[in-house]
């Protein structure tokens, strides 16, 4: 299993490009090029021996018997997807298209991932594109299966890994409706108001992100709007709630009305009811909307919580054999899922729904609900499979027990449940004091085992990440019902003892590091807590016997929030809402939960939790089903760091399982040994520096002014173009599995040279000649299209085998016209030319003084800056950044400098017809001389351990662009731009570059170009 020594294959920002071949029980070890085709685990069924020796062929539920079967539609769509992104979205509306070439920029500061962008690719590509030309149409099949599951809601199911991003893809749902809807205010395929609707309060209160108005709003925090669109996003009007919302509730005249009295008050009459009505209900639910009518967007979070159950026929449902808890379960769950399916029905009929996006890890059906346990809704669309997520190195490593010296066949701690499930799952634990409790004996040696591993990671933290202020790693037992949870919980974590006279004594846990209780006395801080998922998502105040259970931890609690917030009430703070905010800031600095070391869950905590710090899982309940195993696993795979390795690649992280059957990756090894992700760093603008604050122009374009006289066109060496092979074919065989093969050729030949300069002129025109308001100079069209003519006749050339046909395609354009623009606005006879910028009109400054953010790469503390630390790129850190940085803090011409990171600061250029924004590295303000203008200089420091990317592009774009615009502008001071590319003699480098500066030189670009420089040498001509 040699290759399974790193479990990643793929970056995580590019589409998966290789996978392990699955075998019958896992991967086999071998990678196969390509993607992963999109597959389910769905259940057989199996023979059932009668007492009287016959064979049934009922259903068997239980999933103990699985097989892999191809998703179809979402692998058809997902080709069709591909194909359209490779085509550059074609037909999507100009907001989509803006929209999905800003997620894919590869230069952003904070990236997507690409499962997060073809998530939202499949959504526009179904909503806008389909069935429209040669684009294939799957609506209608959409639309059956709607028909037939969903009695008619419109929905598609959006089917991602835990910890893959679904909150983000649920922002740029929000934006891509909201920005085509305020762009096209009558088009009918968008809206601007949105339901979102989670399984419990946890997820509802995280999905405040999703409110442009909320601090800390995801469009923001991860640069999902285009700076130029963020002003239209305020537009937008969210509802955020729970399903429970949808359960109806008394009128305000019977709110707290007894049910007797409103037995006596409705007599024989069976028509009163004292409910509001299914409008009032939607009314209610959508309050937060606003006035306003129209369609709604809705979002469901998790929602394998929502689906209409179908009836269970006998012979079925005694194939199920459901214990009485598992009986319960699924009552429940199909309860739950009618009240959240039936809800959307009341909004479809009293307010409309455009789509509904579903959107979970998960989307299978549930145990009980009549269809196969783990079947996958069948309108889900596209996939990105936990399978995929591993590869593509977005979530942990799941490492199961594999092997052991036990006796027996079975791996001992693979499924705990086969041995312990009798004991736990059929005696009246209820009833049993701890002290009289025997806990079995293979739970408690996967207890101490898993422990063990558990206290390695506790004393790598301790050495390594503590001082840093990092939360300690955690560890999740996950229990089938509140009796067994209370006995394991107060095993690890002890419990309290009533002496005489009132004196309470607690009792040391079994667990040192989970022990509640040290030398008799109960520890000021829990390190363990009890949490009943269910009962904490429901928003209803603690039942009796849980409350009872955690009663100590819950009063310790209130104490510390005392203790943090000096004069903050806990009285009005309910039992529930505390012991949530503490579940929910496990592993968060300076939050309440911050040093929760292990977390005992009564129910299964599927999902709404999901903390980066989770390293070991324990499930001590049954497993029947991958789609369980992969729900409770998930609860641990969220990656605690995400800096890129020198291969593009994220560095692999583990977390430890115990009693999960999951069939992942077989060995007879553990997988792998993973580095622990270094120390995370707070890098902030720091008070008292002000004096090092230094602002910068947001520029979002550029146009260039040239005087209405005649345009010059010289052709030089960089203006010359050789058409020739390159990434797209000129012919393509075709072959199926057999038959004859068949062969394309491109249709080049048919395009004629005045046809594309034609095209190469009308660009040229619209991008680069136009007045103050941006309208195009339609005068200078004749001798641009001459320019162009010109151009092809004496600067391009074709190697054999291509023609003219290759400029037809937009890329190449866009580079032509790159190329021509260039020779035409620095050729001496247009020295008229002015260089002008397009500010951002919301923002035109910005400034170091807001910085805030935390990072897990190699960082240097910073003097003469008003951010705390300079961020150093690659691996290790960049040797060349801190080498400059350093000269920056010893040259006395540099006032303050800054690492260019998460600033916002960037400059826009354009390569191969693209629109990128560049993110160089430095910022430098110089000393301020007598009766001088402030200068600042742009320091790119090229090589390194840095990926070169389109570096002639970005350097003449700032030079040539970027610098005079702002200098011409007036507001900035003097700008100029300097590349380091050797470390050999870098202060003298740097030196010279600021010289430069100071004199007006060479670096703030061409001076022909500038304001500032044309009125000195008027005044000079006057003056003589």
């Known amino acids: 299993m040699e290759s399974l020594a790193n479990p990643i294959l793929n970056a995580p920002y590019d589409m998966p490009s290789r996978h392990f071949v699955m075998g019958p029980k896992g991967p086999t070890g071998e990678v196969a090029t390509g993607r992963r085709a999109s597959e389910s685990f769905v259940p057989i069924a199996q023979a059932v021996k009668g007492a009287d020796g016959s064979v049934q062929t009922t259903l068997e539920f239980e999933g103990t018997v699985e097989r892999r079967e191809p998703n179809e539609l979402i692998n058809s769509i997902r080709r069709e997807v591909d194909l359209w992104r490779a085509q550059n979205y074609p037909r999507a509306t100009a907001i989509s298209r803006k929209l999905m070439l800003h997620w ?38 959409i639309a059956a299966h709607n028909e037939t599951y969903n009695d008619g809601l419109p929905r598609i199911a959006l089917k991602m890994a835990t910890g893959s991003g679904k909150t983000v893809v649920m922002a740029m749902l929000i934006a891509w409706q909201t920005l085509n809807k305020v762009a096209s205010p009558r088009d009918s395929r968008f809206v601007k108001r949105f339901l979102v609707v989670a399984p419990g309060i946890t997820i509802r209160d995280r999905l405040r992100v999703l409110v442009p108005s909320s601090p800390g709003n995801y469009y923001a925090e991860r640069d999902l709007i285009p700076a130029d669109l963020e002003h239209q996003l305020g537009q937008a009007r969210l509802a955020i709630t729970n399903y429970h919302a949808f359960l109806k509730r008394d009128t305000k005249e019977f709110a707290g009305v007894a049910a007797k009295t409103k037995q006596l008050l409705r007599g024989d009459r069976a028509d009163i009811s004292f409910e509001e009505s299914d409008e009032a209900m939607a009314q209610r639910v959508l309050r937060d909307l606003g006035l306003g009518s129209g369609d ?74 009549g269809y196969h346990e783990g079947f996958i809704f069948p309108w889900t ?67 101490r085992s898993l422990y063990a591993n558990y206290e390695k990671s506790y004393r790598d933290w301790e050495q390594k990440f503590r001082a840093a202020g990092e939360p300690p790693p955690v560890f999740i037992v996950v229990c089938p019902n509140t009796s067994a949870s209370k006995l394991v919980y107060e095993w690890i974590s002890g419990w309290e003892i009533s002496r005489d006279q009132g004196f309470t004594e607690h009792t040391d846990g079994k667990l040192a590091l989970f022990s509640n209780g040290e030398d008799g006395k109960a520890v000021d801080r829990p390190r363990t807590i009890l949490v009943d998922s269910a009962q904490l998502e429901s928003g209803e105040p603690l039942k009796g016997d849980f409350k009872a259970a955690a009663a100590g931890e819950i009063e310790a609690y209130k104490s510390e929030h005392r203790r943090r917030n000096p004069g903050a009430d806990t009285d009005k703070i309910t039992d529930s809402e505390l012991l949530r905010e503490v579940l929910n800031t496990v592993g968060k600095r300076g939050r309440l939960g911050e040093q ?46 995400y800096a890129l390795t020198e291969d593009g690649t ?39 520096r002000e004096r090092f604050r230094i602002e910068f122009p947001n520029v979002d374009g550029y146009r260039t002014e040239i005087p209405d006289a005649p345009i010059e066109f010289d052709p030089t060496d960089e203006t010359r173009l ?39 002129a009308s660009r040229l025109l619209r991008l680069h000649f136009t007045d103050d308001d941006d309208a195009p100079r339609i005068w200078l069209f004749p001798r641009l299209l001459e320019v162009c003519r010109s151009w092809m006749a004496d600067c391009v050339t074709y190697e054999p085998g291509y023609d003219v046909g290759r400029l037809a395609l937009a890329e190449a354009q866009a580079e032509a016209a790159e190329k021509i623009h260039r020779a035409i606005v620095q050729h001496p006879g247009s020295r008229g030319a002015r260089i002008r910028g397009m500010f951002r009109r919301d923002q035109a400054f910005g400034a170091t003084d807001a910085v805030e953010f935390v990072t897990r790469k190699a960082v240097m503390e910073a003097g003469k800056s008003e951010v ?24 006395d011409d540099v006032a303050a400098y800054v690492k260019n990171d998460h600033l916002g600061f960037t400059i826009p250029y354009v390569h191969r017809g693209h629109s990128h924004s560049y993110i160089p590295d430095f910022i430098l303000r110089l000393r301020k001389r007598d009766g001088d203008v402030q200068r600042h200089l742009i320091v790119e420091v090229s090589g390194g351990q840095k990926s070169p990317g389109p570096t002639i592009e970005k350097a003449q774009t700032t030079r040539t662009k970027w610098c005079p615009a702002v200098n011409n502008d007036g507001r900035f001071g003097r700008w100029g731009y300097t590349e380091i590319t050797s470390m050999l003699d870098v202060r003298q480098r740097l030196q010279d570059a600021i010289d430069s500066l100071y004199a007006d030189g060479a670096v703030i670009g061409d001076t022909d170009l500038q304001d500032f420089h044309r009125t000195h040498v008027n005044e000079v001509r006057r003056g003589a």
């Open 104 to 141: 894919a920029e590869p230069s952003r500061e904070n990236r997507v991932l690409f499962c997060q962008r073809e998530a939202v690719e499949t959504a526009i590509y179904l909503h806008e594109v389909a069935g429209r030309e040669d684009f294939r149409d799957f609506r209608g099949s």
């Open 296 to 369: 709604v967007m809705v979002l469901n979070d998790e929602a394998h919580h929502c689906y209409r159950d179908r009836p269970i026929q006998a012979a079925e449902a005694k194939s199920l054999k459901f214990s009485a808890e598992e009986k319960a379960e699924a009552k429940q769950a199909n309860e739950d899922a009618r009240v959240w399916f039936k809800g959307l029905h009341v909004i479809k009929k009293h307010v409309g729904i455009k789509v509904i996006a579903d959107l979970s890890a998960t989307p299978y059906y549930l145990k009980g609900s």
């Open 381 to 447: 669309v596209s996939d990105f499979s936990l399978m995929d997520a591993i590869e593509s190195g977005i979530v942990k490593v799941p490492r199961l027990p594999v092997d052991d010296d036990a006796a027996g066949e079975e791996v001992a701690y693979r499924d705990l449940w086969e041995s312990v499930g009798p004991e736990l799952g059929k005696r009246k634990l209820s009833a049993i004091e701890i002290r009289d409790w025997h806990m079995p004996a293979r739970l408690e040696a996967a207890l």
């Open 596 to 641: 929760v070391r292990c977390v005992v869950s009564v129910a299964m905590l599927t999902e709404g939790w999901d903390a980066n710090t989770v390293t070991h899982i324990l499930g001590i309940r049954a497993f029947r089903s991958q789609l369980l195993c992969e729900q409770v696993v998930g609860r641990g795979l969220r990656r605690r760091s």
């Open 650 to 688: 994220f560095a692999p992280e583990y977390a430890n399982v115990y009693g999960i059957p999951f069939a992942f990756i077989p060995s007879e090894h553990e997988v792998g040994s993973a580095e622990p992700p270094p120390p995370a760093v707070e890098v902030s603008s720091l008070a008292g």
């Open 722 to 760: 050789v058409v020739g092979q390159d990434n797209v074919p000129t012919w393509t065989r075709l072959a199926g599995i057999a038959g004859e093969s068949d062969e394309a050729r491109d249709s080049g030949g048919e395009v004629r040279e005045q046809q594309v300069a034609f095209e190469i």
């Open 868 to 891: 705390s630390h300079v961020v150093l790129d690659g691996k290790d850190g960049n040797t060349w950044e801190q080498i400059l940085a350093l000269e920056c803090e010893r040259l």
